[in-house]
């Protein structure tokens, strides 16, 4: 049947719209070069559901673009922590 077709068609195109992707920044202490910044990057793009990792070691900041039905914030900072640095706290959860 067709319009069993164009149903299934358009529910899948519904899920998939519902993942949607989110762009993050998380601040990251003791990279001191463009090296470290790469070790960092590399880990986060090893998480699934990450799309893209830009690291800046001048700015101490990872900037993180991952879709947040595959991935979390928590599974990021996860990331960057095994790598030797550290993810600072978000600044809302700074008492
Ligand atoms: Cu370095």
Sequence with gaps: MKS???????LLLA???MAKEVTTEIKVSGMTCQ???????KSLEKVKGVKHAD???????AKIEYDDA???EQQLRDAINKTGF???PPATEKK
């Design 4 to 10: 069993t077709a164009i149903f299934l068609a358009v």
């Design 15 to 17: 899920a998939l719209a």
């Design 35 to 41: 090296a470290c910044a790469i070790s960092v990057q």
């Design 55 to 61: 690291v800046s070691s001048d700015k101490g900041i």
């Design 70 to 72: 595959q991935a979390n």
């Design 86 to 88: 550290k993810a600072e």
